[in-house]
């Protein structure tokens, strides 16, 4: 369950934004509430977290920045994640 979520817009130069991951309160086991961030890992990473918790709003938006930096640094890895959520967006998963 979870509350005051925030999706995060990446807002490119003359292309459409695309929806990149998100921030946001959930309430874990035993109702324990935390901060939670994540990128939307379409493209498979295994070098660093693209996912976790942070004790506040503001500790959440620092670590998903950090983690965009790292997977955007990468062009290649970034192209397909662009392609692969322009497709999700026409619905099409084919690769």
């Known amino acids: 369950m979870s509350t005051d ?3 995060v817009i990446w807002h490119r130069n003359a ?3 695309i929806e990149v991951g998100s ?3 959930q309430t874990g086991a035993a ?3 935390f901060w939670a961030w994540g990128i939307d890992t379409v493209v498979p ?3 660093f977290a693209t996912h976790g918790e942070a004790p506040d709003r503001e500790a959440s938006m620092a670590a998903f920045r950090e983690a965009w930096d ?4 990468d062009p290649a890895r970034l192209a397909l994640f662009v ?4 497709a999700s967006a026409g619905g099409d998963h084919s690769g």
């Open 5 to 7: 979520n925030y999706r």
């Open 15 to 17: 292309e459409p934004p």
């Open 23 to 25: 921030i946001g309160v």
């Open 31 to 33: 109702g324990r509430a």
């Open 45 to 47: 990473v295994r070098e």
């Open 70 to 73: 790292r997977f955007t640094c």
């Open 83 to 86: 392609e692969w959520k322009a």
